[in-house]
């Protein structure tokens, strides 16, 4: 296995996500005064994108579906669009001129 090189700003990154995440988790006042305050946003979320943007924003790589099978591939028929039964209507229509 090997590994790729990681430049020194990836590290401090890295770090300063790993270190705010768990401050976040384990200190209650890390949290701010509320249940979820500012403060997680800038020790977990902001080293977050900043780690991600270093890396040159990759994004997660999309699995290639494999083949269906014929017979369930098949489109289903198109249904008719829904309409409102007259009665509903009628109701509306009533409401309208009373």
């Known amino acids: 296995m090997t590994h790729d090189a990681r430049s020194p700003l990836d590290e401090i990154l890295c770090t300063a996500l790993i270190a705010g995440t768990l401050l976040v988790l384990l ?16 020790l977990v979320a902001m080293p977050a994108v900043a780690w991600w ?19 369930m591939a098949r489109a289903r028929r ?18 309208r001129a009373a």
């Open 27 to 42: 200190v209650p006042g890390a949290r701010g005064s509320i249940a979820i305050g500012w403060l997680p946003m800038w």
């Open 53 to 71: 943007a270093a890396r040159g924003f990759p994004m997660p790589r999309r699995r290639v579906p494999q083949a269906v099978p014929a017979r």
């Open 78 to 95: 198109p249904q008719p669009q829904a309409r409102r039964s007259s009665r509903i209507a009628r109701r509306a229509a009533e409401r």
